[in-house]
């Protein structure tokens, strides 16, 4: 179960504990699979960790606010790649994500982990750039607490 902030002490989750459930397919491309581990109402912030198959990618989507991702394990292709302006980051890495930060394209072409805290929401969008769906703390713990009976 992903923890709150509701102490003023703070919280633990034990990540073997927590079972990997599907990212929501119209977010992403393949079977990308995600926990929940924290969500900060106050902060408007959340953080997870997702499980990235070869061949699996993120739809289209800007960050409202900044991020910080840790890539435990594979290839990101953040931004389409270095290749094309992009990065492409490589286990262990470190990344920043800005406020406004723009991921057309954000692939895994092998099996891939990352870790990331997300300080607002996704704001993911369809081709011609309209919302498709606006990703915030709230909408992340309702859609882990539909999809996990919490």
């Known amino acids: 179960m992903a923890e709150t902030s509701n102490s003023p002490t703070g919280g633990y989750v034990q990540m073997d504990d927590v079972g990997w459930i599907p990212f929501p397919p119209g977010l992403c491309k393949g079977n990308i699979r995600w926990k929940l581990l924290h969500v900060s109402p106050e902060a408007g912030a959340w953080?997870?960790?997702f499980d990235c198959p070869a061949g699996t990618s993120f739809a289209k989507h800007i960050h409202m606010g900044p991020g910080e991702y840790f890539l435990t394990k594979g290839r990101m292709h953040v931004r389409g790649g270095s290749v094309v302006g992009g990065a492409t980051a490589v286990a262990p890495g470190y990344g920043y994500e800005a406020c406004n930060a723009q991921h057309d394209h954000t692939e895994?072409?092998?099996d891939s982990?990352?870790?990331?805290?997300?300080?607002?929401?996704?704001?993911?969008?369809d081709d011609d750039g309209n919302t498709v769906a606006l990703v915030g703390c709230?909408?992340?713990l309702d859609a882990w607490n539909a999809a996990t009976g919490g």
């Not at 982990?113 to 969008?125: A, V």
């Open 108 to 110: 895994f072409t092998e």
């Open 47 to 49: 953080t997870a960790i």
């Open 138 to 140: 709230q909408q992340v």
């Open 113 to 125: 982990e990352f870790y990331m805290t997300f300080m607002g929401p996704l704001n993911f969008l």
